[in-house]
Nanobody
Framework: QVQLVESGGGLVQPGGSLRLSCAASGSIFSGNAMGWYRQAPGKQREWLAAITRGGSTYYVDSVKGRFTISRDNAKSTLYLQMNSLKPEDTAVYYC????????????????WGQGTQVSVSS
């Protein structure tokens, strides 16, 4: 059974930081590229960042310099460090995985977590 479980969401003031975590089960972590998406109310799901098995990283322009994706292979955990948060970052954040980094970035990843809410407001 493949499982991705996100945690770390919450309410933060503009300019603040949060670190999201995604714990992966089974062989999914070691065998897949991993990534983060988000979906704001009334908007389509948006790809944010991806990391290959080898550690190469990719970001959408809107989060470059503010968000950092990383992975701890020993803990089978994916992270998203989010700094300088803005109200427009408010969304449900999803962890995902796919063997194909192109599918993860540009199509629909095979595996999804249940999401964690991030709210940025004063």
């Amino acid at each position: 059974q493949v499982q991705l479980v996100e945690s770390g969401g919450g309410l933060v003031q503009p300019g603040g930081s949060l670190r999201l975590s995604c714990a992966a089960s089974g062989s999914i972590f070691s065998g897949n590229a991993m990534g983060w998406y988000r979906q704001a109310p009334g908007k389509q799901r948006e790809w944010l960042a991806a990391i290959t098995r080898g550690g190469s990283t990719y970001y959408v322009d809107s989060v470059k310099g503010r968000f950092t994706i990383s992975r701890d292979n020993a803990k089978s955990t994916l992270y998203l460090q989010m700094n300088s948060l803005k109200p427009e970052d408010t969304a449900v954040y999803y962890c995902c995985a796919d063997q194909d980094i192109t599918a993860l970035r540009f199509r629909v990843p095979r595996y999804w977590g249940q999401g964690t809410q991030v709210s940025v407001s004063s």
